[in-house]
């Protein structure tokens, strides 16, 4: 890292990392990296329930001293301690047997950290693995994170409604769906060309403003095996894809496609294009995991704030087995540090 990107990134607040599901990986994963901070580390703060921290580092055989602080207080406790913002509500957080009353808990530190970085308390929000049948069990009715935040921001910025993107980032492949957590015959069903048009300009947008790509160039995926194949494979591609690729080349933005799924994620082919515009969530997020499972990082575009989160779920099946990876959460944690950064 450059002397000047340590100074810019000297300047932001601490970042907001969200505890995800207690019964999960997330407070492990967030005392590892923690414990594995380095001289490129952002100074972070989790918002947790202490007492379920110390838990879990006591299980984990972990020695990592927590301190209660508030905001204000994380970057100076952050080199000695990992810095804790207590919830107001306690957590049960059994490994691997997700609780509906910690729900409260979970949704409490996602909106408070929304909240952080809105007041300034905090630069950027980190979120950790949540999962949503547990919180539908407890009223939650949006389809995730990414849906949610768009309505919190919308709250809290008093903006307009927003379309928030979702997109995987990874240095081996970047991938933004179209259609998100949907079931794939209804995502189908909901693919238009302007729904392409609108997720493709954020994404350009802030490929500008927050990863500093002059001229961001989208390979725009077919919906159908090989795009279609003039048609022969169905009539969307020509439809719907194609008219959503040349109302963005008419609009300056360098977007090519429709391009075969099946063609668009080799070595090669990646070399040509910044960020694959996918139609349905599996089509583009199969590749990404497949490359760099252990360092993708999810972040919201079309967002006021930024938002990053690991790549990978709560992982149930292995919390409390001290064998999680934290290697997404410290790129998530270094990634929104950095579009912060570049935001400011």
């Known amino acids: 890292m450059s002397d000047q990107s340590r100074s810019d990134r000297s300047k932001l607040a601490p970042l907001a990392v969200t505890q995800g599901d207690p019964s999960g990986i997330g407070p492990e994963i967030a005392i590892k990296a923690w414990l594995a901070r380095d001289a490129d580390t952002p100074p972070w703060f989790l918002l947790a329930d202490p007492d379920h921290i110390v838990r879990t580092a006591q299980a984990m055989g972990l020695s990592a001293p927590v301190a209660q602080i508030t905001p204000a207080q994380a970057v100076e406790a952050f080199t000695t301690a990992l810095p804790v913002a207590p919830l107001r509500a306690s957590v049960i957080g059994t490994p691997g047997k997700p609780d509906p009353q910690d729900a409260p808990a979970t949704l409490e530190a996602i909106e408070r950290g929304v909240m952080m970085v809105r007041s300034g308390e905090a630069g950027a929000l980190v979120t950790n693995p949540i999962a949503k049948d547990v919180l539908y069990k407890a009223g939650f009715h949006h389809p995730g994170h990414t849906e949610w935040l768009g309505e919190l921001a919308e709250r809290e910025w008093k903006v307009a409604p927003l379309r928030p993107v979702m997109l995987i980032w990874s240095a081996e492949l970047a991938v933004v769906p179209v259609t998100i957590h949907l079931a ?147 790129a998530a944690i270094k990634l929104a540090a950095r579009l912060a950064s570049a935001q400011a």
Not at 213 to 219: C, T
Not at 231 to 249: C, K, N, S, Y
Not at 270 to 293: E, S
Request: a negative charge.
């Open 184 to 330: 794939l015959t209804r995502a189908i069903s909901e693919l238009t060309t302007q729904a392409i048009v609108e997720t493709a300009r954020i994404t350009a947008h802030d490929y500008r403003t927050r990863f500093g790509v002059a001229a961001p160039r989208l390979a725009i995926a077919g919906l159908n095996p090989h795009a279609g194949e003039n048609g022969t494979m169905g009539r969307e591609d020509i439809e719907i894809v194609a008219p959503a690729v040349a109302q963005l080349q008419a609009e300056g933005i360098d977007a090519r496609g429709p391009l075969p799924p099946d063609t668009m994620f080799h070595a090669a082919a990646r070399a040509r294009y910044d960020v694959a515009i996918c139609m349905y969530h599996d089509q583009g997020l199969i590749p990404v995991k497949t490359l760099a499972f252990d360092s993708g990082v999810n972040t919201t575009l079309g967002l006021p704030f930024v938002r990053t989160s690991p790549d990978h779920g709560t992982a149930f099946d292995i919390a409390g087995k001290g064998i999680a990876n934290e290697s997404s959460l410290i």
